[in-house]
Every structure is written in structure tokens, then in C-alpha cells.
């Protein structure tokens, strides 16, 4: 749970700075792992996507 914590924080105090590019990997979308999905996909939604 700590680890999500950090998670959603850090995505807070990136919404404040001008940032252009967030890279990510993706995480099983199980538990936790759905709702710090969702919170990555709401962020990135301003960016070009790029998956490899």
C-alpha cells in the first residue's frame, strides 16, 4: 500500500510541473493495480502514447 501511496503522490505533484513526457511500465490492472492504472491513464491523457 505504501508503494501506491508514493504512486498517487508523486502523480499529484506531477499534475503542478511542466512536465512533457511521463514513461511507465504497465502493472497487472488487479486490485490496487486498477485503480494506479486508471490514475496513470487519467495523467497521460494530455501526451502521445507510445507502447513498445
Not at 11 to 21: A, K, N, Q, R, S
Not at 45 to 52: E, G, L, P
Amino acid at each position: 500500500m505504501e508503494a501506491a501511496a508514493n504512486f498517487f503522490s508523486y502523480l499529484i505533484d506531477l499534475d503542478h510541473e511542466d512536465v512533457e513526457i511521463i514513461y511507465a511500465e504497465t502493472i497487472p490492472e488487479i486490485g490496487i493495480g486498477k485503480a494506479m492504472m486508471d490514475r496513470l491513464k487519467k495523467a497521460s491523457k494530455k501526451y502521445k502514447h507510445i507502447t513498445h
